[in-house]
């Protein structure tokens, strides 16, 4: 990408006048941002956004991550052979986040924590621009991350990160794509564009929209391994493919009032990613229960398949807005144990249109 790019003049609301926004060249630099959350994704994104900003913090709970980042310029847990830009610090995350002069606060930790964490920081995030990369619908509220925060903030300054996007390849600097959903205020627009601009970007005015994305993509995922484990050639796999990207698009048409939304990286490049490629945690999650390797049923609220947790979220909207999600059911159905992979994909071929 090209890093001097120019985007339009703009206007930095007052709100954020005191935020340390400053322009270097043709870029508007951030001076300072703070990461709340130092696993793979808040470090992997740390490590972007590092190139684009003065001073980077990342906020976490384990001290030793801590000690590592700032001793070694290292997160010596999840990417030891990682040496981090020196602009990154970190910080132990306490009662109260020292996120004072920041700009911008990325949040950046497991679906089910975030109401807890952000609840946590109170006034702390009331005044800077607040971008989630976490993903997931929370129960029963069905709630995205996004609203969550809106509601134990009252912060209006919100935006979305979701796309095709591997930790650990974001870490190490490759290519990627991804939609910032940022409702239609130019200044957020143009801020998110300088803070992510190591990315290929496109956006979208309907951030619920976005974040549903990042949902819908997870339980498609789940199902397109579980549809793996039972019909294994080429063919077979690309239907059910397309069968689901069919499907989350009937979805979408329903609840997103952004026609294009099923072009952009959030919808047809995450659903690709994480339906097709083995490191997904989800897709794997799919083959394991097909496999008879995890055993149903499997909807438990831990944090390793953010899917797992979400489809009888989906399934409920589906349901207020009149849609039918065979697929999404097929998923829901194996995950709570009410049928097997085996007899739910033969079902599915023999209701196919």
């Known amino acids: 990408m090209d890093g001097n790019r120019r985007y339009p003049r703009f206007k930095v609301c007052r709100k954020h006048c005191r935020c340390s926004l400053r322009r270097t060249g043709a870029i508007l630099m951030i001076s300072k941002v703070g990461v709340i959350g130092a696993g793979s994704m808040g ?16 906020f976490g709970r ?47 930790v497991p679906s089910s924590e975030v109401r807890s964490v952000v609840k946590a920081a109170g006034d702390d995030l009331s005044d800077q621009i607040l971008v989630t990369v976490s993903k997931g619908l929370e129960y029963p509220s069905l709630k995205t991350m996004s609203e969550i925060i809106r509601d134990e903030t009252g912060n209006p300054d919100m935006a979305c990160f979701s796309g095709p996007t591997f930790a650990d390849e974001i870490a190490y600097g490759h290519i990627a794509g991804a939609t910032i959903g940022a409702g239609d205020d ?22 619920r929209a976005v974040e549903l994305c990042g949902v819908l993509k997870n339980v498609y995922a789940i199902g397109t391994g579980m549809w793996d484990s039972v019909y294994s050639n080429h063919n077979e796999h690309y239907t059910f493919l397309n069968m689901c990207y069919k499907e ?46 995890v055993k149903t049923p499997y909807l438990e609220s831990g944090v390793t ?12 909207l589906a349901d207020t807005h009149d849609i039918d999600l065979p697929i999404a059911r097929f998923v829901y159905d194996v995950l709570s144990g009410n049928n097997n992979v085996r007899a739910s994909v033969d079902t599915l071929v023999r209701k196919a249109p």
């Open 43 to 58: 470090t992997a994104v740390a490590q972007s956004i590092s190139r684009r900003a003065g001073e980077v913090f990342i």
């Open 62 to 108: 384990k001290k030793e991550i801590v000690d590592s980042i700032n001793t070694d310029n290292r997160n010596a847990n999840y990417f030891p052979g990682l040496r981090l830009n020196p602009n990154i610090r970190a910080r132990l995350m306490g009662d109260r986040l020292d996120v004072a002069g920041c700009a911008a606060v990325v949040i950046a």
């Open 186 to 207: 130019p200044s957020l627009r143009a801020t998110m564009s300088d803070l992510f601009g190591e990315f290929i970007l496109d956006f979208s005015d309907d951030l």
């Open 248 to 293: 989350m698009c009937t979805f979408l048409k329903a609840i997103s009032h952004d026609k294009d939304i099923f072009t952009k990286f959030c919808c047809f490049g995450d659903f690709n990613l994480t339906a097709n490629v083995d490191k997904s945690r989800n897709r794997t999650l799919g083959l394991m229960v097909g496999k008879k390797i």
């Open 305 to 316: 398949f953010e899917g797992s947790r979400s489809v009888k979220g989906i399934i409920e």
